[in-house]
């Protein structure tokens, strides 16, 4: 079956310095799509890519999704403590609207 | 999302008891969903519904029962607990997209600790 995965599993930056998390997947994507859980909360929805090699910005996080529709990646710039979190990448095949979901990454900032 | 909410939050059980998780929700979804999550293994899909009549198996269906009561409610069940259950489980919505909107963006509720001693 289809499997993304996410590295690093764990990331603890000094707040100020950058981040990034790279999500792969076994299997050519439709789109993928970013999610934030805040610690003890739930995923929230971030940003969908659909198109090869699309970037999009979010203030200071910046998405990739490659050229080859497999892989994608998060860069958050300048990171903040209110950065905190686990991010998870999730996505989606051929015409369905079921998400595999990465293993997440989970980023600890600290002052 | 408050639009999901999920009962109960907590809940401690011991091995061999059955035990049912109840999500509803306020979006209008046809779409919902069952996903258990533990520490480096992300979330992965118990059970999904399309809408009331529709019953899929997910990745790790294995031990777990649903049933879609209606529209807005979808229940999951462990027949009878066992330790390896024990996880924090979320009950998620999507809508089939509509327009120019995301395509099957899901909405999380705030999830159930689940322990199965």
């Known amino acids: 079956g289809q499997q993304v995965m996410q590295i690093p599993q764990y990331q603890h930056v000094q707040e100020g310095e950058d981040f990034t998390t790279y999500c792969n997947s076994s299997t050519t994507l439709s789109n993928i799509q970013w999610y934030k859980q805040r610690p003890g909360g739930h995923p929230v929805f971030l940003i969908q890519?659909?198109?090869?090699?699309e970037v999009k910005k979010q203030k200071r996080l910046t998405f990739q999704f490659g050229e080859a529709k497999k892989n994608s990646s998060l860069h958050i710039t300048a990171t903040q403590t209110t950065d905190v979190g686990t991010y998870f990448c999730?996505?989606?095949?051929?015409?369905?609207?079921?998400?595999?979901f990465g293993t997440g990454t989970q980023l600890k900032v600290e002052l | 999302d408050a639009d999901v909410t999920q009962t109960p939050r907590n809940r401690i059980t011991k091995t061999g008891k059955r035990i049912m998780l109840e999500c509803s929700q306020t979006?209008?979804?046809?779409?919902m969903y069952w996903y258990r999550q533990d520490p480096g293994l992300g979330l992965r899909l118990i059970y999904y519904?399309?809408?009331?009549?529709?019953?899929n198996k997910g990745e790790i269906s294995d031990g777990y029962s649903v049933s879609r009561q209606a529209q807005a409610k979808f229940s999951l069940s462990l027949e009878s607990a066992i330790p390896n259950q024990t996880a924090l489980y979320f009950c998620?919505?999507?809508?089939?997209?509509?327009?120019?909107?995301?395509?099957?963006?899901?909405?999380f509720g705030p999830g159930t600790r689940l322990t199965v001693l």
């Open positions: 519904s399309f809408d009331v009549k529709d019953i």
């Open positions: 999730a996505g989606v095949t051929g015409g369905g609207n079921k998400l595999t």
């Open positions: 998620a919505t999507s809508d089939p997209a509509r327009g120019a909107g995301v395509r099957g963006t899901q909405y």
């Open positions: 890519l659909v198109k090869s090699g």
């Open positions: 979006k209008g979804h046809d779409r």
